[in-house]
């Protein structure tokens, strides 16, 4: 038979408690399963003992697992059964039924004898669900149940162990091996994670909205990064599918990861913006980008607009001015799309510095001020028109006003206070709310921010308050 993986070892626990860091084990059953070679017979060892927990086992527990205080008397410790438990877990793919529970107890129990546990885990319960989405119940009895699975000692560490082993083998009869590879393969989402990062890294990561900070050897971060999703966005770092030459540079070098949850995906870009710029990590080329970015100025009388970078902006003084661009190019792109829609003159927009007919009026695209044909007025007046759909809108509001972002799962909700579309600063709860509203920062423009507010504003999706 052809399994997902060379080894696979079933694990099942029982405990005196839910609480990794507090409870302890009291059985260990473990059913290692190898196919060698692929194709071939698989061999199938089975082991288990029960374990001393050194406290005693609450009453219900004793009555559902039926492991009683006096079993575990004279049952060895953990410290005595960890390197069977070791040997027989290294080099398999560990698989448990709810495996983040049974993987995250021997992580503990490893810790506490100050050993490391880490390896790879499948969930069954999310590959039940994922190969029998329309399924509504996925806890063991209803597996067993769905899939007539033999039984012996449910609830017991070997009987659940070997429960698993014969979910596996039911999914073989069901599914083609491929099917049944790739379902592992999605449950796993292997990014197969640089090496000097824990395999379970990113368990630590919440699948919700939030910035993320790569560290390696130095105090300050190689890379500030943010996502809706934490856990998929960092795993998409590493994944070997498509991965960046940034990726790949980042992957030799990171150590550690940090993150910061949002309740969404607007705190998450503010955060990550002001953390950028107060970090400046090594990997994040929208640093420079952020550097250049500005808004262009049209001068009263004719004249090429003016391009301002982003430093030099008052947030007061927007109004009136275009853009924001990401960068001084990125301006002059924009005035070279506005020459061909509209007729305009390469010369008087500052794109092209020469006396006589311009590259515009060359290919027949300008009307001809370059030339004496157009008076300069009557072109900047047309200038002044098409470059009114990129004016920065006039901010709507006398002045604080919040955007309130509300988590999707959760109680957590972040109010953005913001004035002349600056961020002046995100409250959790009403003192932080009263603080910035009483002693507001002063308003510092950044382009991105400002297009992000912008944007925002003239989609409506979100709750704006007006705070003043
Ligand atoms: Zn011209």
């Known amino acids: ?30 059913v290692r399963v190898t196919v060698e070679p692929a194709g071939g017979e698989p061999a199938v060892s089975e082991w288990s003992t029960l374990v001393n927990p050194g406290v005693p086992i609450p009453p219900a527990i004793q009555a559902l697992t039926g492991i009683t205080d006096a079993m575990v008397r004279n049952a060895p410790s953990f410290a005595a059964i960890a390197d069977e438990v070791a040997a027989r877990t290294a080099g398999a793919l560990f698989v ?49 149940e ?46 197969s994670l640089p090496p000097q990062l824990a395999p379970d890294a990113l368990d630590a990561l919440p699948e919700a909205p939030g910035v993320y900070l790569f560290y390696g ?6 890379y500030i990064g943010k996502s809706r999703n934490l856990r998929e966005r ?62 262009l100025e049209l001068p009263v009388e004719p004249g090429p607009p003016r391009f301002h970078p982003a430093a030099t902006v008052e947030a007061g003084e927007l109004a009136g001015r275009y853009g924001p661009f990401t960068s001084k190019r990125a301006a002059r792109e924009a005035l070279r799309h506005l020459s061909k829609d509209h007729a305009l003159c390469w010369n008087a927009l500052g794109l092209e510095k020469r006396s006589g007919p311009c590259f515009a009026r060359q290919v027949r695209r300008c009307l001809g001020v370059c030339v004496g044909e157009e008076s300069p007025e009557a072109h900047h007046a047309r200038l002044r028109e098409a470059l009114a759909p990129h004016a920065v809108p006039a901010w709507p509001y006398p002045g604080l006003a919040g955007i309130r972002e509300r988590a999707l799962l959760g109680e957590r909700t972040d ?43 003239a989609r409506k999706r979100h709750e704006v308050l007006r705070l003043s």
């Open 1 to 30: 038979m052809n399994l997902f993986a060379p080894s696979l070892a079933f694990v099942d626990l029982e405990t005196t408690g839910t609480a990794a860091d507090r409870d302890a084990i009291t059985e260990v059953g473990i």
């Open 96 to 144: 448990a039924h709810n495996a983040r529970f049974d993987y995250g107890f021997l992580k503990h129990a490893f810790a506490r004898l100050d050993r490391n546990f880490s390896t790879r885990a499948l969930c069954t319960v999310k590959l039940s669900r994922r190969l029998f989405p329309d399924a509504e119940r996925h806890n063991l009895d209803s597996v067993v």
């Open 146 to 191: 769905r899939h007539a699975l033999p039984v012996e000692g449910r609830h017991r560490a070997l009987g659940d162990a070997r429960v698993l082993w014969a979910f596996v083998q039911a999914l073989y009869r069901q599914f083609d091996a491929e099917t049944v590879a790739d379902a592992a393969k999605r449950v796993l989402k292997i990014p």
């Open 217 to 222: 050897m130095n105090a300050l971060p190689l």
């Open 234 to 295: 960092v795993g998409a770092h590493f994944s070997s599918d498509y991965r960046s030459s940034t990726d790949s540079r980042l992957s030799t070098e990171i150590r550690r990861i940090e993150f910061e949850e949002t309740a969404g995906e607007i705190g998450a870009l503010l955060r990550e913006s002001a953390l950028v710029k107060s970090m400046l990590p090594s990997h994040n080329h929208a640093l420079r980008r952020k550097a250049e970015s500005g808004v």
């Open 415 to 457: 109010i953005h206070v913001l004035r002349n579309w600056c961020w002046l600063g995100t409250a959790r709860d009403d003192g932080e709310l009263t603080r910035l509203i009483e002693t507001p920062p002063r308003p510092v423009f950044d382009a991105d921010i400002a297009k992000l507010l912008i944007r925002t504003f």
